[in-house]
């Protein structure tokens, strides 16, 4: 997780959400067909998945047969909240001040308290490996 992670457009970013949205693999033809809101080509949202897959944030998942021949489909490398906890381990890198203020401000909006909860316990669990290393 040393490595520093990409960075995509927005455009590349809307297709990984239409992506993890939709929770399985589409063609390029099926990514435009499901995102009514946008007014995306065919060749464009291949372009953006070209992009995607050097960068690793998509891969290819298999084939599925058109109507003359097979187009393949993608699907996330990663999670939606696998991509965030990178994000912020890499700002958490740059500038630990700005972490911890997002942190704050993460904790004192309304969460639920099985959200709270669950921090908690991966706050303890954090501490107890700390313990043990020392």
């Not at 992009?51 to 489909?73: C, D, E, I, P, W």
């Not at 500038?95 to 309304?110: A, C, H, K, P």
Request: hydrophobic share 35%.
């Amino acid at each position: 997780m040393g490595k520093k992670i990409p960075r995509i457009t927005n455009s590349e970013m809307q297709i990984l959400e239409v992506l993890w949205d939709e929770g399985e693999a589409l063609t390029s033809s099926e990514i435009v067909e499901v995102s009514d809101d946008r007014t995306w080509k065919s060749s464009s949202v291949h372009l953006l998945l070209n992009s995607l897959l050097k960068k690793k944030f998509v891969q290819v998942a298999g084939f599925k047969k058109t109507t003359k021949n097979y187009a393949r489909t993608f699907e996330p490398s990663m999670t939606r909240e696998e991509y965030s906890m990178k994000q912020l381990q890499q700002e958490k890198k740059k500038n630990t001040r700005v972490f911890s203020g997002l942190f704050n401000t993460f904790v004192s909006e309304e969460i639920s308290s099985e959200s709270l909860e669950e921090l908690s316990n991966l706050i303890e669990s954090r501490l107890d490996n700390l313990d043990d290393e020392e």
